[in-house]
């Protein structure tokens, strides 16, 4: 297409050539009524041809943007779990615009454009060979400093990138912690670090630019000074009686268009070079997804769950938080576990999830490593209310659903009933089809962290865990999440609460100690609550042994 395009493009400098020297000469209307005519058609073309170019790219672009797009997000989705800030992961999915973008732009135009400058240098020389010279002389010396643009601003392009995402991550922090800022009135050191990082960013972000446009108005001055030197060249042999004037005008315009291409090029070498490492990086982000084989669906587990030795790294720092953890839960138990602040008990937890990875060591369910199941047909055996709830920006009823665009009203109803917070939500605006808002902000913290444990019990799940549940609970709250535990078990799933206030254990058989990412101790739950400090077969910390006096 392009390389139509650019012949169609010699319209101009043929009609210019056969008029000033065809009809001109003679002196005949017709001739060049005949010439406007053709010229009028090639135009037509020409035009024709160019929109259905920049039609196709466009849908391609929307056809990589359609299939990358989700594909992106996934992974976007899933690098918080990595330790990557929120913003770093929203790039990812940025990268699909960027090349989206691009395409859809200028820029692939004059790239394929390029290719074709001989089709005009062939001309201009064809007319005479020291045009020719002249021109292609121009068209070398715009390549170099296309290529100068590339390996200048290169350098800069990673550095830009990785302060536009500090600076966005500031923004996304102080965004999120508004009311604290507010609050306690540190909105100026709050804008001052902003502003360092804005600088920071805006130095390199001059700096590409800099380069950019100083190469760019020297392309074009460099362009229009080839123009006229053309003309002059080709003035000074028609003087000499080896060109005819038509040839002159003729070759000045090819000239011009073989050098357009070339001028286009460094004007959107920027957006190039983004787009370029946008697609680098998606590849190497759909990479990392089509190596991971999806495992064959399980049955339901119904059993057990198994921990046998393991031990969990926080997946940013390679940190190991928990260490040599073993323990066993069969069908209808429910596990407590307590333990001083930082001990490695949510740790545990998003193992148990299979949130975070093992470093060594199993974690099974009905005999089956989590690591082996299906995503999501494992996150059907799975409720898990984790400790800071957070809720979708959806309704009351696609939350407890699990985002599920079809879900059966029955089970909502049921899981919101297990989690006594059916009637609460009935007293909403729009009940079930209440929107919570972009921050929850619809639902106070209690109702959030029931609305969560809702989600968490949405479909019977075999293993419900719980992660410090009663934080934000009034005592019907409590008495609703004891229920639940108990229904879990009546059902013959297994639940596991994290927890720190004793009534939150009244439904547990047994209780595991977490201290300093070990199990301290584990055992039935009475035996484990009355043992004095002094036991030498399960070692309790003080907190539990003063807990029990009061
Ligand atoms: N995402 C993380 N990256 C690195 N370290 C973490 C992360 N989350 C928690 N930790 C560390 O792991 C330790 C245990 O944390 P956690 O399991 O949350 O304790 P608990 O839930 O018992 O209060 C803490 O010292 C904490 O600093
Ligand atoms: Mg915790």
């Known amino acids: 297409m392009s390389g139509l395009i650019s012949l169609l493009a010699l319209t101009g400098a043929l009609y210019m050539m056969q008029v000033y020297d065809r009809a001109l000469t003679s002196g005949s209307v017709p001739t060049l009524a005949a010439l406007s005519a053709l010229a009028l058609g090639l135009y037509l073309f020409q035009g024709a041809f160019d929109a259905i170019r920049s039609q196709v790219l466009v849908r391609i672009g929307a056809r990589l943007d359609r299939k990358l797009g989700p594909i992106a997000h996934k992974v976007a989705i899933e690098m918080p779990r990595f330790g990557f800030s929120t913003t770093e992961s929203l790039e990812r999915g940025r990268d699909v615009d960027t090349v989206r973008g691009f395409l859809a732009g200028q820029g692939p135009a004059a790239l394929f454009d390029l290719p074709w400058i001989p089709v ?13 010279v002249l021109t292609l002389t121009g068209a070398f010396v715009l390549a170099v400093l296309t290529i100068a643009s590339e390996f200048l601003t290169r350098r800069h392009a990673a550095g830009t990138r990785a302060a536009a995402i500090a600076r966005n991550a500031i923004a996304d922090s102080n965004a999120r912690n508004a009311d604290v800022i507010r609050a306690m009135g540190f909105s100026g050191h709050a ?14 972000q001059t700096r590409t630019s800099d380069i950019a446009g100083t190469l760019s108005a020297l392309s074009r001055v460099l362009r229009m000074l ?3 030197g053309v003309l002059g ?35 959107n070498w920027k957006s190039f070079v983004a787009a370029r490492a946008s697609f680098a990086r998606l590849r190497e982000t759909i990479g990392a997804l089509a190596t991971a084989v999806q495992p064959m669906d399980l049955p339901r587990a119904r059993r057990f769950l198994s921990v046998s030795n393991v031990t969990v790294a926080a997946p940013a720092s390679g940190q190991v938080i928990l260490t040599d953890m073993t323990l066993e839960l069969r069908a209808g138990e429910a596990l407590g576990i307590i333990g001083p602040s930082g001990g490695g008990k949510s740790t545990l937890v998003r193992a148990l999830v299979n949130v975070w990875p093992t470093l060594r060591g199993s974690i099974r369910l009905d005999g089956a490593e989590l690591g082996h199941w299906n995503e999501d047909a494992l996150g059907r055996n799975i409720g898990y209310l984790p400790q800071d709830v957070a809720l979708l ?3 009351v009823e696609e939350n407890i659903a699990r985002l599920d665009p079809s879900p059966d009203p029955d ?16 007293k909403l605006p729009q009940g079930y089809r209440t929107p919570i808002g972009p921050q929850g902000s619809v639902l106070s913290a209690g109702q959030r962290q029931r609305v969560g444990l809702a989600r968490a019990l949405y479909g019977d799940p075999f293993l419900v865990v719980m992660d410090e549940p009663n934080s934000n609970l009034d005592t019907t709250g409590e008495a609703a999440l004891k229920d639940a535990i108990l229904a879990v078990k009546a059902r013959g799933g297994i639940a596991i609460v994290v927890a720190h206030r004793p009534s939150a254990l009244a439904a547990v058989d047994h209780i595991a100690v977490i201290q ?8 039935p739950r009475d035996e484990i609550l009355s043992h004095g400090s002094g036991s030498s077969v399960h070692p309790l910390p003080d907190k539990l042994s003063r807990r029990k006096v009061s």
């Open 411 to 426: 089970k909502v109803i049921a899981a919101a009933t297990a989690a006594g917070i059916h009637e609460l939500i009935l």
């Open 191 to 204: 804008v001052a670090r902003f502003k360092a990082a804005n600088d920071e960013h805006l130095t390199l």
């Open 516 to 523: 300093n990412g070990r199990l301290a101790a584990m055992g």
């Open 226 to 228: 080839l123009q006229s």
């Open 393 to 395: 920006d959806a309704t």
């Open 120 to 132: 005009f240098l062939a001309f201009v020389y064809i007319l005479h060979p020291w045009l020719g």
């Open 233 to 267: 060249l080709g003035a000074f042999l028609v003087i000499k009686g080896e060109l005819t004037a038509g040839a002159i005008m003729a070759a000045t315009v090819a000239s011009g268009r073989a050098l357009a291409p070339v001028d286009q090029a460094i004007a």
